[in-house]
């Protein structure tokens, strides 16, 4: 098979490193038991394996007890957990038009079942969202939650944290981050940055495979679990467990994929988010630039305060077809349509076909890129129908 140009990371990162395979494997080898169930060596050994990631978690993310980061099956999950878990009937919450299908669906259902109020802050093109509107908003009324997409997985716009917990000093309300785009360029650093939840997820931006994720919960005590069930833990008992993190961890662990998270961690950590984030600007920047020289193309992103995604149209070619031949004739991943996340697509004008998405990698080169570019300057040229 010829090389496939990868650049759907956004969606999931690809290819990871070799250590992330290489433990996988060596883990259904070797001891594959269930961890915190049995006494025996293998289990212990398994355990063992979960709380060394865990605690690599609590370093990368910089908090003092690594219980407050719960395993889940992806960012989809931990956001659930809170939006379902803290949300009571009547309550006032603001987000913004970033957000991803995971907080809207959600968020529409409980409009139906609690009656839930919502708001949303405006979008700025520039910023991500209008921090002006933002503030009004805040004076209004302050909300029970606010839920933020750190950075947009349609333009790859990175919200200003650090202004948005500035507001968080000042009208304390409670905060939700989603860093499904930004878990693993981004240097977080709970034990100073007053996030009360983070939605992670492990096969982006932090290498691992499929079907993880992970919570970070600052104060477990205000926060419901979604699921109740076996954890190992006061089997006697015919509740849940209150303790971290059994509270929000029942049933069997996916083992596989928290193996392969803590290799992808270690592999972030050795390189350094920094230098991660800087190839990321790097590459982001070299594919824009290049693109402007392109007239029939559309850029809805830009190279200032980005996580890695490019999206563009072709005039009078739809994002799907424009996929199609990428992937046909030039071996090109890419991901068109409205990537989940319809709302900002309305406010970029973009609904309801969509985009083109690129979205890099720290193991992508500028070469693929320039391969890219050329393929994008043939469709041009020889596509206007």
């Known amino acids: ?15 990871k490193p070799q250590e992330v395979a290489a433990s996988i494997y060596e883990y259904i080898q070797k001891f594959a038991a269930n961890p915190g169930r049995s006494s025996h060596k293998l289990s212990i050994e398994s355990a063992k394996k979960v709380f060394e990631t865990r605690e690599n978690l609590a370093k990368i993310f910089n908090f003092e007890n690594s219980e407050h980061f719960i395993f889940t099956a992806n960012a989809t999950e931990s956001l659930n957990i809170v939006l379902n878990g803290y949300l009571n009937e009547n309550d006032y919450i603001l987000t913004t038009f ?6 809207l669906r959600p968020l529409n259902f409980l409009k139906k079942t609690k009656k839930i109020n919502i708001n949303f802050i405006e979008f700025c093109p520039q910023n991500g969202i209008d921090f002006d509107d933002f503030y009004e908003k805040l004076k209004d009324k302050t909300p029970k939650l606010v839920i933020i997409n750190h950075a947009s997985n349609v333009t790859g716009k990175i919200v200003n944290l650090n202004k948005i917990l500035d507001l968080k000093k000042e009208f304390k309300f409670k905060l939700l981050i989603d860093g499904a785009q930004t878990g ?3 240097n977080y650093n709970l034990k100073e940055q007053d996030i009360d939840f983070l939605a992670l997820t492990g096969h982006k931006g932090l290498y ?16 419901n679990p979604l699921k109740f069930g076996g954890t ?5 008992k015919d509740i849940q467990p209150e303790f971290l993190p059994d509270k929000f961890e029942s049933g069997t662990l996916n083992v596989v994929g928290i193996v392969g998270l803590n290799e992808g961690l270690n592999f972030i950590d050795k390189i350094r988010i920094s230098k991660i984030a800087e190839k990321k600007e790097k590459l982001t920047g070299f594919f824009i630039e290049n693109l402007k020289d392109i007239n029939e193309i559309k850029i809805y992103s830009d190279t200032k305060n980005n996580s890695g995604v490019v999206s563009i149209n072709i005039e009078k070619i739809s994002p799907s077809k424009i996929s199609q031949i ?17 709302v900002i697509h309305k406010k970029l004008g973009t609904f309801p076909y969509g985009t083109v998405r690129f979205s890099f990698s720290f193991f992508n080169e500028i070469d693929e890129l320039e391969y890219a570019i050329n393929a994008l300057n043939y469709i041009t040229k020889n596509n206007k129908n």
């Open 1 to 15: 098979m010829n090389k496939i140009f990868y650049f759907d990371n956004a969606a999931t990162s690809f290819p």
């Open 98 to 103: 970033l957000e991803h299908n995971s907080v």
């Open 184 to 186: 693993g360029i981004y």
């Open 326 to 342: 990428l992937d046909k004739n030039f071996n090109i991943a890419t991901r068109p349509g409205l990537h989940c996340a319809p």
């Open 208 to 223: 691992g495979p499929q079907g993880i994720g992970v919570l970070f919960i600052r104060n477990p005590e205000i926060l």
């Open 232 to 236: 190992g833990s006061l089997s006697e």
